[in-house]
Nanobody, 124 residues
Framework: QVQLVESGGGLVQAGGSLRLSCAAS????????MGWYRQAPGKQRELVAV???????NYADSVKGRFTISRDNAKNTVYLQMNSLKPEDTAVYYC??????????????????WGQGTQVTVSS
């Protein structure tokens, strides 16, 4: 199986910065898309940023210019640098990865995997 472990959340004042990390481990053959989603209380989970294995990125309009997603393919790790944080960025942030696993010598399986979530709280 595959595990995603997030770190880096916490409490920060408005205007501050945080850096989230998410490391994937397990029976990984390759990872295509990696990304970050967030869910605030009473709201649906939403895309924050995504990055492909080739480095192409996409951001939610609400975070463009403030957040930067990056990845280290050798370490199967994705990062989210969050600057100029606002109270409305408060949410549980989830790591996501589309992983291809080598199930047998001749069979592969591709699935979405999620981390357990890390709380980000921005105080005004």
């Amino acid at each position: 199986q595959v595990q995603l472990v997030e770190s880096g959340g916490g409490l920060v004042q408005a205007g501050g910065s945080l850096r989230l990390s998410c490391a994937a481990s397990g029976s990984i053959f390759s990872i295509n898309r990696m990304g970050w989603y967030r869910q605030a209380p009473g709201k649906q989970r939403e895309l924050v940023a995504v990055i492909t294995s080739g480095g192409s990125t996409n951001y939610a309009d609400s975070v463009k210019g403030r957040f930067t997603i990056s990845r280290d393919n050798a370490k199967n790790t994705v990062y989210l640098q969050m600057n100029s944080l606002k109270p409305e960025d408060t949410a549980v942030y989830y790591c996501n990865a589309y992983v291809t696993r080598l199930v047998t010598d001749t069979k592969i399986s591709a699935d979405d995997y999620w981390g357990q979530g890390t709380q980000v709280t921005v105080s005004s």
